[in-house]
Nanobody, 125 residues
Framework: QVYLVESGGGLVQPGGSLRLSCAVS????????MGWFRQAPGKEREIVAA????????YYADPIKGRFIISRENAKNTLFLQMNSLKPEDTAVYYC??????????????????WGQGTQVTVSS
């Protein structure tokens, strides 16, 4: 069984920063693509960022480009999302996900096989 557990969410003021972590167990973490998604109330779950298995290729959605950084530490089976210059519109539940069928960049949520439970990020003054 594969488990993904997010942490690091919380309440932050506009312009602030947060770092999300996703601890993965039960799979060969270093072999597979990973992604971060988010879902705001009343909206579809959308991709935020994705990273290949090695960690040398990344993808960022336009709304967060230049502000967020995705990374991974394969030796510790952990995925990260550094979020800077946060805006109120970044408020959402953030999920990490793993695609066990590909080592490459994956951007479609339906291609991901395993998901974490989500962590709430609220950007408000």
């Amino acid at each position: 069984q594969v488990y993904l557990v997010e942490s690091g969410g919380g309440l932050v003021q506009p312009g602030g920063s947060l770092r999300l972590s996703c601890a993965v167990s039960g799979s060969a973490f270093r072999t597979f693509a990973m992604g971060w998604f988010r879902q705001a109330p009343g909206k579809e779950r959308e991709i935020v960022a994705a990273i290949n298995s090695v960690g040398d290729r990344t993808y960022y959605a336009d709304p967060i480009k230049g502000r967020f950084i995705i990374s991974r530490e394969n030796a510790k089976n952990t995925l990260f999302l550094q979020m800077n210059s946060l805006k109120p519109e970044d408020t959402a539940v953030y999920y990490c996900a793993q695609d066990v069928n590909s080592p490459w960049i994956v951007t479609e949520k339906d291609d991901y096989d395993f998901w974490g439970q989500g962590t709430q990020v609220t950007v408000s003054s």
